[in-house]
């Protein structure tokens, strides 16, 4: 029977997971793609175009809520 029943994660991944964590808490792209040492921001908005999207789709739902929620006026 084996010890390690852990599924290996590789240092890619994590790395991966920090670029997603980092943007879902509103760090901007440039800090970002900074941070990864991507050469070029067009990498990381390809790499991450994902989580950009989610961000994209959160920021339209706090749009909406602003014009639509009479509460918010």
Do not use: P, W
Not at 1 to 26: C, F, V, W
């Amino acid at each position: 029977m084996k010890a390690n029943n852990l599924k290996q994660i590789r240092l890619h991944d994590l790395r991966h997971t920090n670029a997603t964590l980092m943007l879902l808490s509103g760090t901007n792209m440039k800090t970002v793609s900074s941070r990864l040492g991507h050469t070029d921001i067009k990498i990381s908005m390809n790499t991450y175009s994902h989580v950009l999207e989610e961000m994209d789709k959160d920021a339209s739902n706090n749009l909406s809520q602003i014009l639509f929620d009479s509460k918010s006026v």
